[in-house]
């Protein structure tokens, strides 16, 4: 990749070597295939009704009303933040890589639209992540009350993954209906439902505005990606292959002959543009080493809340040996079976 190009191609000094320190780093956390077991939406309601007895009764007669399929799946939903967790951290990061490589691809071909896009998109997720690792680093306890506090951190955790801005449930009816044309956006939108967990997803402004506070200059930075890419003055220079400055007749007039068409963008004679873009990475360039430290922060949360987790739901097993066989899943949602996962709680030791 070339280093600093001041005026073809918007770059800056810090830049390359900050995007790929980045890549490596993302690649490094990317290079294993996992699986996480999610548990469903018919495990979160049993888990609410072995909850509710709980709360009606006394700990002792949680099982009263309930099947055995319930409590148990009670049981492993003491385990989903972890799991949700750790999800949040794979996808994070996987996303955060794929846009890292598409911005290193309009790089090398000097494709400026799709090269800010990418960066956009990229600033965008580092934003949630800056704000949900400070979140969950406010509200995860240190000490005997680290597990009760990953259960109240739930809401976190879960929207980090579901948060949404429309009700999916209604477009798939609309659907199946025929009506899905006649929906309007007030239709379709999220609506929070009583006694249900918010996913209602929190505006894209709002990351950027904490992001801000970390690294200074993002929002004006992501202000002007975002303007770049409205269909008006940056599809025009994103489709700038060529341009040259002349001035015509006695009066000297200064004109600029643009030739547009496909192919990398040529910002020789786009100064102005180039020097804004040019700052604009320089910022950028800061927001990749804030998103290293921040996934550094995500991942020692995620291996201290699965630790907790896993110590706790192998003293629930070993209190509720009765409900299990050796051959189920471990309540700890490692995906192995107790028999391998947690031999000693299974044997009461």
Not at 278 to 299: E, P
Request: hydrophobic content about 40%.
């Amino acid at each position: 990749m070339d280093q600093y190009i001041p005026t073809r191609f918007p770059s800056h000094p810090r830049f390359v070597p900050a995007l790929e320190q980045l890549e490596r780093e993302l690649l490094e956390r990317t290079r294993h295939e996992a699986t996480y077991i999610l548990p469903s939406q018919e495990i979160a309601r049993n888990a609410q009704l072995a909850i509710k007895a709980q709360q009606e009764h006394s700990e002792t007669a949680i099982g009263r009303g309930l099947t055995r399929g319930q409590i148990k799946s009670g049981i492993y939903d003491l385990a989903r933040s972890a799991q949700q967790l750790r999800a949040y951290e794979a996808t994070t990061c996987i996303v955060l890589l794929e846009h890292v490589k598409a911005i290193r691809s309009a790089y090398d071909d000097r494709k400026i639209s799709a090269f800010i896009s990418s960066l956009r998109g990229l600033v965008e997720r580092a934003g949630f992540l800056a704000g949900n690792s400070r979140r969950l680093q406010s509200s995860l306890a240190v000490g005997e009350n680290e597990m009760l506090s990953i259960i109240n951190s739930s809401e976190i955790i879960m929207r980090g993954l579901y948060s949404t801005r429309i009700d999916w449930r209604v477009i798939v009816d609309g659907i199946a209906s025929g009506n899905f044309e006649n929906l309007t956006s007030d239709d379709i939108k999220y609506k929070k439902k009583e006694n249900i967990a918010d996913q209602s997803a929190s505006s894209v402004l709002s990351g950027i505005d904490k992001l801000d506070k970390l690294v200074r200059g993002t929002r004006i930075s992501y202000e002007v990606f975002c303007e770049f890419l409205h269909p008006n003055l940056g599809d025009l220079i994103g489709v700038t292959v060529d341009a040259r400055s002349f001035y015509s007749g006695n009066d000297r007039v200064r004109l600029i002959s643009r030739t547009l068409g496909i192919g990398p963008s040529d910002m020789e004679n786009q100064v102005d543009m180039s020097y804004v873009l040019d700052t604009t990475l320089g910022v950028v360039s800061d927001i990749f080493l804030q998103v290293s430290k921040d996934l550094n922060d995500l991942a020692g949360m995620v291996a201290r809340v699965r630790k907790v987790v896993e110590t706790a739901q192998h003293k629930v097993l070993g209190k509720q040996r009765h409900l299990f066989q050796r051959g189920d899943l471990c309540p700890c949602l490692s995906g192995k079976a107790i028999r391998h996962c947690a031999p000693k709680a299974w044997r009461g030791k």
